[in-house]
């Protein structure tokens, strides 16, 4: 019966994320710093937003596209924070960011179109985007200090170019782009009948400077990918936010009518104390971020690891080039021999190969404890 399922679906695979962390999950004593999962509770007071509505009954569906309030606090915050200009007819209220893309590119993309990708890249975009029958085409930006230019994106634009894929602050690379390289690529691209869908999950969580979006410059051509998982820590409350045009969302709301109904009405009502009276939650969050970069950031480059310093989120993607093994075969070396487990940068595609993925995610106690096995391990690995 294995060839009546649909050969798309039979053709992607798990993440390499997941898959690295599947297989090494149950080893005992094991230090993981793999998993980009906030360490923080939720905020109390969304929680109790949330215990309330519960005790209030509110339990039946919403609007497809969310509650009216909810998609007033995400237009007032995305303004507030970063000067987007939406009204509540551009936005839609979904299950996770990963739910938003899903809609976004079940709705743009067609067979045999492309989809631009900076590489090396998260990989959840490559199986949604083949499973519209679509194609990823990569753009090597390991150069370029892991920045994507519109020098970088010019010879690859083609009459099948449907979508450019903005993924910053990155994942794996912690990169953002400036409001010189966002704009620069905004005229490359205005005008053309391509769609730049931008995914800023992370824009809570910049360093240096202040999150900036391509809808700046270019809101009739952009789709905003955002949610709650990674500024308030509520991955598992699952909401996401889309933001276009509003001829685009009246699209966009026919595939997330039919594929969820609606985002969860308890989350969508922890959502709006979140935006509003947690509009700023993320403070002291990032302030403990910050402190784990630079702890972490300063251990690697003392063990000799080349890595470029993040501007946002929280991951660190050193070079083990100099070990000579692929960053699987290093991955799985260092939680055999070190039991401390990082992600191969190959999860990231081939452009990745090279590199492991560091998430700070974590306390510094755990850091330093992972940090701590980590450079015994390449002190014994250099020794004569």
């Known amino acids: 019966m294995k060839h009546l399922i649909q050969p798309r679906v039979q053709a992607i695979q798990l993440s390499g994320i997941r898959q690295f962390f599947n297989l090494v999950a149950d080893r005992p004593g094991l230090i993981s710093l793999t998993i980009g999962q906030p360490d923080f509770p939720t905020p109390e007071h969304v929680k109790t937003a949330a215990q309330e509505a519960i005790a209030a009954d509110f339990t039946t569906y919403t609007a497809n596209a969310g509650l009216l309030e909810l998609r007033q606090a995400a237009c007032q915050f995305v303004a507030d924070k970063y000067g987007l200009r939406y009204t509540p007819d551009e ?21 045999g179109t492309e989809v631009l990708l900076p590489a090396p890249v998260y990989p959840g975009y490559e199986p949604l985007i083949r499973l519209c029958g679509a194609n990823p085409v990569y753009i090597d930006t390991r150069q370029n200090g892991f920045r994507l230019s519109a020098e970088l994106i010019a010879p690859y634009l083609t009459e099948k170019t449907r979508c450019l894929v903005l993924p910053y602050p990155s994942n794996p690379t912690g990169t953002a782009l400036s409001a010189k390289e966002l704009e620069n690529i905004a005229s490359l691209l205005k005008g053309r009948p391509i769609w730049i869908v931008s995914d800023e999950i992370y824009s809570e969580l910049v360093y240096r400077g202040h999150h900036r979006s391509i809808a700046e410059w270019l809101p009739e051509q952009t789709i905003v990918i955002n949610g709650l998982s990674k500024s308030h820590s509520m991955t598992g409350w699952r909401i996401g936010f889309v ?15 039919y594929s969820v109904s609606c985002t969860s009405s308890i989350s969508q009502k922890a959502a709006v104390e979140a935006l509003t009276a ?20 300063g251990r690697l480059t003392a063990m000799g690891l080349p890595v470029e310093k993040p501007d946002g989120a929280f991951y660190l993607f050193p070079s083990i080039a100099a070990f000579g093994m ?5 991955a799985l070396d260092v939680v055999e021999n070190a039991g401390v487990a990082l992600v191969p940068g190959s999860a990231f595609s081939k ?13 510094l106690d755990v850091l330093k404890e992972g940090l701590d096995r980590l450079e015994r391990y390449i002190q014994t690995k250099r020794r004569p």
């Open 351 to 363: 452009y990745g190969e090279g590199h492991v993925r560091l998430s700070y995610a974590y306390s």
């Open 278 to 297: 947690g509009k700023n939650d993320a403070e002291a969050m990032r302030a403990a971020y910050a402190e784990r970069l630079e702890y972490a950031y």
């Open 326 to 330: 692929s960053s699987f075969d290093f």
């Open 91 to 111: 936005v839609i209220a979904t299950v996770g960011a990963s739910q938003a893309l899903d809609v976004a590119f079940r709705t743009i993309l067609e067979e």
């Open 243 to 257: 933001f276009a045009p509003a001829f685009a969302i009246e699209q966009m709301v026919k595939v997330h009518q």
